[in-house]
């Protein structure tokens, strides 16, 4: 009797239950076990290819010294290692042969000297090497007197995202007082923070299923060339140039303020034309209710 | 006007012997229920979906270098292109949801039973033939979603023995998830599942009329005695009239399907479309949490479970066969499932672990 | 209700259903119609950049504007002018041209393309995007 009742029940509002019952289940959504992961997708066959690295397997396990060791770790918390970047890219060699992983036949360099470390990493990040070069930092690296290289700043194998943060007292004040560095600071600050700003709208964008593909490299771009400028040390050269910066900022700030109206748009419509279906849904209804002669 | 056109047609095909027939004359047992309207909805969602996907086809370009771009300049450069797109997408998934409780009101109102058997068997084939529609159609965008929950659900049948690896292959064409997967998963969805799902359908909805609507068991005696053996249409001398009565049950259950779809279209929009969902895919890198759609959800948590894969996918293949052959195992005669409590406590809690198992698999 | 007020009701929801259910259809239609029909390149085409071939000597490059984007000519001594989009194909940094190496260099992690456009070295993973151009005469037409 009373499976009856229930039964009746759930016919009678059937209409309610099975809109909860649509949205239910449609809610769903999975992770991603490890051990599912390993036994499915760490095979050949599967898309992502992880390849032996002979200068890890080398330098990572037991019978190196622990400073070497130390070396790998650093490397695989790096932005670098998330990037597919591995030692080969900056020290040459052989990462496939362990015969010849470290012969000068496969190019292998070595640790850099301190003096040399902006060729060796301005190998790849070019145009920061030529700014770099012109800088007080850089002339007075090259003269030998007391300076940094990107290692001081950046680190060499646990290199994070570059971040306005790296310029701090603890840093700067190894060689002189930490006023010409927080002038600089100052210069940077407003275009750094406006650029994480807009980062974090164009990723908010994303969810909304916009792609903002253009936006994105414009934005690295003026990003790049805004970190590259910040290399010659020169905060006046900064200052002039914050003006260009800003308006390729404003272009992509407006260009996000219109998808945003479009998606404002699109949610009326739709809103529109649910209502008339509810409407017409509503109607029909009564019209059952009744009767025709 | 209209007058003389029907008349032209009643010369030429008896089109007046039609409509008397399947429409003024065709009467509704007494106590059918709203959720008998269900399959006519199922229809409906197909048709919508047929619509919407032969729009998108205009603009989409099923090549991985395209692929991503082109949904994305239907979603923001072409006019309007969002409103089909998000038909679609939310489409499918409303899709599968109807087909799904079709299957359990059928089921639990016992309508699967003879003389329906074939009704049945040709429902569940659907059911499967929605799912491996949802399936092809998920890798099209070629999002980081979409490339590797294919890869995932290309990867499960390699737990068989012997073909696992072949039967892998063919489903991806290689290795790994690449073009020729994108090739072929959009030939199948657009070109070798319609016609099919069209055969399947008709036939279905052939045998739903040659049989006769069956009438619910609640509430009234069963008017169907068994055991029957001789073919008879079953008819309903005073039911009510298929039309205007049930005709609008169905209209309105149309427009509720429509609602629910732009409900989730303008407050939901992004149900159905995690983060990864709208990166493009990068076969370099697997993120974090990749999600099979949430209708292969519970038989993916149930492969996670079941430290061996063999019996994991044995396992799960058994009970697919159970639930095509179901008609031809029941043997009791009894319609109504309120007299059932065995049955109805075993299907009921089969519904429940499906469910638990889905949520279970979100995280 | 009275027979009367009854068949008024019908007629009402019935003219309100026609009424909702053209409307609705309309808009489909409409929608449909547009998407059809408004190619978003129609409008683009209105903007064609035109420059001298004075302005890029044989062998020099030069950075121009084109539709919100900076884009480079290039006259090459044995094939003549091309034009691309600067931006990198990697993850968006503007190339510049290097005539000593005679090839397309990204300052940002050293993508090298040559100067048809093709990837050389580098990270990047397509080749420039390419941009149409006619020469009429002494002016090049650039889209």
Redesign the interface.
Known sequence: MV??VI??GI?RY??LS??L??L??????????K???D???T???????IEENVCISCHASQTMKPEFQEITEAWQASWHAQN?ISCEHCHGGDPRDAALAMSPQRGFLGTPKDKDVPEFCG??????L?NFLESGHGKALKAGEKAPNCVVCHGSHNIQKASIDIISEQLCTKCHSYERAKIMKVALFVIETRISQLEQRLQKL??????P??D??????TQ??FR?LFHTVDANLVRSRTDEFTSKLD?IDKNIQD?YH?LRF??N??????M?????????????K???? | MLTKIKNWLDVRIGLNTIFQTHVLDYRMPKNT???YTLGFIAVIAYATQAFTGIILLIYYIPHPDHA??SV?DI??QVPYG??FR?MHAVGS??MI?VAM?HMVTVF?MGNYKRPRELTWVGGVLLLILTIVFGLSGYLLPWTQLS??AT??VT??P?AFPVIGETV?QIL?GG???SETTLSRFFALHISILPPLYLLFMGIHLFFVNRIGISATP??KADEEKRPLTEYKRKTYPDGYPYY??FF??Q??MM??Y???M??I??FL???????EA???AD????P?????A??L?AP??L??LIPN?FFGIMLQLILVLIFILWPVLDTQQEKNV?KR?VL?GVFLSLIALW?IL??W??? | MT?GG??K??RF??I??AF??S??FL?FAYSFLKFLTSLPSKSADLQKLTIHKSDVPSGEAKNIIYH??PAVIINRPDKGYFAFSR?CTH????VEYSKSNLKF??????GIYDLDGSVVS?PPPKPMTAIPLKIEGETIIIG
């Open positions: 499976g009856e039964m009746r016919m059937g209409i099975w809109i019952l649509f239910l289940p449609s809610l769903g959504t999975a992770g991603y076990k051990d599912f992961e036994a499915f997708l095979k050949p066959w599967a898309g992502e290819q597919r190998k790849c990040h070019i145009g920061i030529t994303k969810r909304e299923g916009i792609y593909g253009a994105e490299k414009s934005l690295f771009s790049a060339e590259t272009q998808t479009k699109r949610k419509l739709s809103a529109f034309f649910m008339a279906f509810a409407c017409m849904g509503v109607i029909i209804f009564l019209l059952t009744t009767k025709d002669e | 229920n709203i959720l991503f771009r994305q979603m923001t969002w409103v998000q998934n409303l949801m409780l639990l490339y590797w890869t995932v990867s499960m390699t892998s991806r290795d790994h998830v609640f509430g205007p009565r609008q049950k209209m309105y427009m509720a429509f609602t629910v732009f409900f279209i303008t929009p992004t149900l159905y479309f995690p983060d709208n990166v493009p076969p370099f890198n697997t974090q949490e990749v999600r099979p949430w209708y959800l993916y948590q492969l996670k894969k309120l409590p109805r469910v889905l949520w698999g979100r995280s | 027979l009854m068949m009701r019908r929801l019935k309100l259903l909702l259910g409307i609705t808009s919100n984007t931006t993850l968006g940094c503007l260099i990204c300052p940002c992690h050293a580098g």
